[in-house]
């Protein structure tokens, strides 16, 4: 029996994570998971023994990008808090303005849109997966806090409540986002949102542009 392209593994993962992010776990089965990437069945079996393992790839493999690419550039050491701060704006609205060209739609965060449908016992191991990854982007945020305290740029706080605090503020604007299908929320209250909870300098946040 011929084995799987080593292709159709990475495939798999991709067409999951675009039409679960686009729709939602829920809507979407094996099935339409198979058709859309033009995999047999069998295929996706050799690679991921339920639609549940391949939702918890897609998440690793989306978090291995967040980390990469998004969270370590803008926490880099070298930087001062408000430019941090001002780069994860502009990162946020960047990637949130290129999904709605590529999609058409406000799709948000996927972890968020993801994690948020898990409320029966039979996902809770996807809904612990997002959780663990929500905390392990949240180590950056506390990091830089924590920083940012010590060297007196921002008034004294408690970095993982502040974290918490920010967490909650940007995975909010962004479900609002794709629940209004608009970015207009998110534009207007992204950086305003962020001044005000971190302690920021309005003037110092703009002389980070």
């Given at each position: 029996m011929p084995r799987p392209?080593?292709?159709?593994?990475?495939?798999?993962?991709?067409?999951?994570?675009?039409l679960i992010w686009t729709s939602s776990y829920g809507a979407v089965s094996v099935d339409d998971i198979c058709k859309a990437a033009n995999v047999k069945k069998g295929s996706f079996y050799h690679y991921f023994p339920s639609k549940q393992d391949l939702a918890m790839a897609v998440m690793d493999e989306y978090q291995s990008y967040k980390i990469e690419s998004i969270m370590k550039p803008v926490f880099a050491a070298d930087k001062p808090f408000a430019q941090q701060?001002?780069?994860?704006?502009?990162?946020?609205?960047?990637?949130?303005?290129?999904?709605?060209?590529?999609?058409?739609?406000?799709?948000?965060?996927?972890?968020?849109?993801?994690?948020?449908?898990?409320?029966?016992?039979?996902?809770?191991?996807?809904?612990?997966?997002?959780?663990?990854?929500?905390?392990?982007c949240?180590?950056?945020?506390?990091?830089?806090?924590?920083?940012?305290?010590?060297t007196n740029q921002i008034p004294h706080v408690d970095p993982k409540e502040k974290s918490?605090?920010?967490?909650?503020?940007?995975?909010?604007?962004?479900?609002?986002?794709?629940?209004?299908?608009?970015?207009?929320?998110?534009?207007?209250?992204?950086?305003?949102?962020?001044?005000?909870i971190l302690g920021l300098n309005q003037k110092e946040l703009v002389a980070a542009e």
């Open positions: 392209d080593k292709g159709t593994r990475q495939k798999l993962i991709e067409t999951a994570k675009t701060v001002d780069d994860m704006d502009d990162v946020i609205i960047k990637d949130n303005k290129s999904n709605l060209e590529i999609h058409g739609f406000v799709c948000g965060c996927p972890l968020a849109a993801l994690g948020s449908e898990m409320i029966g016992e039979e996902e809770q191991a996807i809904r612990l997966r997002v959780e663990e990854l929500f905390h392990e949240q180590k950056y945020m506390i990091n830089a806090i924590a920083s940012a305290v010590e918490e605090e920010v967490h909650d503020f940007l995975t909010g604007l962004m479900i609002m986002a794709r629940i209004h299908n608009s970015l207009d929320g998110l534009e207007r209250d992204l950086k305003p949102g962020l001044v005000r």
